[in-house]
Every structure is written in C-alpha cells, then in structure tokens.
C-alpha cells in the first residue's frame, strides 16, 4: 500500500472509501455507457476511480494532491485513459472542460471542508452539467434535500433546489471510509433543471432575499424581511408575513425576488 493512501491528508478532508457494497450501489445509480463523459473530483486510490475506468473509454479527475497525481501517473490501468486536471475543484471551468462533448456527469467523494461552495461552484455552471452524483456529509445532504416546514430545510436547501432536482440515494457509516470521519455520510443525486421550474430574474437578488430570510429561523417574514419587502406585498403574492421563511416552497422565495427585480 502507498503512503498516501495510509495516511489521508487534513488539509484536505481526505477520508477514503473502500466500502465495495457502497460503490456498486454508486454505479449502479450512475447508469454508465461507454459514452458518457464522466469527471471524478478527487480520486483518491481509486476506489470509484478503477471501477470506471473498467466501464469507460476515458475518465477525467480532477486531483489537487501531487502525491496523489504522481501516483496515477504510474498506474498501468489509467495509461491512454486517464486524464488528470492538477487543479483546485473550486477552479474548475466546466464549460472548457466539456468543449464539444456531451453535458458532463460528475461524480466524487467531496472533501467536507469544500463541500458546500463547491456544489455552488458547480451550479452555476449547471448548464453544462447532466448530473451529479457525491457522497457528502450527512447532515449537508438532509439539507440538501430536505422539504419546507421540516427542521433540515433552510438557505442550503432553496438554493441546491432552486437549480437542480435532488435526490437522498444512501447514508454511509464511518467504517466505509479510510480513516473513518466522526460523522455518517450520504450520497446525493442531483440534476441540473435543464429549464428552471422558477427562474429569478435576479440572481443575486434572490440569494440575498433567502439568505436573509433564514438569518433568523425563529423570527416571522414581516421581521427577517424588514426593510427588503414590505407585508402588504407578501400578502400581494399570497404569502402570509406572520409565516417563518421554513415554510416557504422555492417558487414563493422566487416570488418574492422577482417582486423586488
């Protein structure tokens, strides 16, 4: 065994998966054809990375660890097949990465201290995505996937939501993982919204508006909204102001934007 894959490295969250059961499960949830154009974030020692390369033509990953990189570089399995992008994730220009090709399916064992502004990262290039399929914390995929008027709904869940169908697939315990994290993780599909069911007409307006209205959980929308948007135009869309924004599906927050653009 290498060194690196003895000892994952903290500067960059690395916690291996090994668990056989858990990554067929992932496969199969991919649905691969030798077609598709696949990028992995962070491969690690392989555990994902080799059972693709045995399904596919050609595989990207995306690797910030040069030990890491010169590893794969020796790896007789990859040769002529395996292209490595030595970059930071949060850099990743998807559109250049794709070219002429097929929108990309991305897959990964995100880091948790990346996982959240990497998921935006990548949303904000959506269109040039087909699908997503990560193992995440836990909890960061409860909320992720999570419905209005539940306790894991709030900010995470609008905006993942707001841009692509999600799915809860699995949770995952510790010991599928190498060193084992201190938390459980899950898998999360998500799909692009090849048109947005609600778009905004302002982006940043929108992401302001619903940071806002979860700063404060326990307050009601006429209080987190002050000075943004009035009660009488909550009521305007149907929107009772004594409600508290956890009770809001994303087409209302979306509502309320637009009202404000």
Not at 75 to 88: E, F, N, R, V, Y
Not at 202 to 216: C, G, W, Y
Not at 235 to 249: C, K, N, V, W, Y
């Amino acid at each position: 065994m290498n060194s690196y894959e003895q000892q994952a490295k903290k500067r960059f969250g690395q916690h291996f998966l090994h668990d056989r059961g858990v990554i067929e499960r992932m496969l199969r949830a991919l649905n691969l054809s030798p077609k598709d154009r696949v990028v992995e974030i962070g491969p690690g020692p392989g555990a994902l990375t080799f059972p693709l390369l045995e399904r596919l033509p050609q595989l990207d990953v995306v690797e910030i660890d040069r030990d890491v990189i010169a590893w794969w570089q020796q790896q007789p399995q990859a040769q002529g097949k395996l292209t490595i992008h030595a970059l930071d994730a949060l850099k990743l220009d998807v559109q250049s990465l794709r070219g002429d090709s097929e929108p990309l399916r991305i897959v990964g064992n995100l880091p948790y201290n990346i996982s959240t502004p990497l998921l935006f990262h990548l949303l904000e290039q959506g269109s040039h995505i087909r699908d997503m399929l990560f193992m995440l914390q836990k909890e960061v995929v409860d909320r992720i996937t999570a419905a209005p008027d539940s306790n894991d709904y709030g900010r995470l869940s609008v905006m993942i939501q707001y841009f692509c169908e999600t799915s809860y697939l699995m949770k995952v315990g510790p010991g599928a993982f190498n060193p084992p994290p201190k938390v459980d993780s899950a898998v999360v599909y998500l799909k692009p919204w090849i048109n947005l069911p609600y778009p905004a007409k302002h982006l940043p307006s929108f992401s302001h508006l619903v940071a806002q209205a979860f700063a404060q959980r326990r307050k009601t929308l006429r209080n987190t909204l002050k000075g943004l948007i009035t009660a009488e135009q909550m009521e305007s869309l149907g929107i009772d102001p004594t409600r508290r924004a956890e009770t809001l599906a994303v087409k209302d927050f979306v509502n309320l934007a637009n009202l404000l653009s």
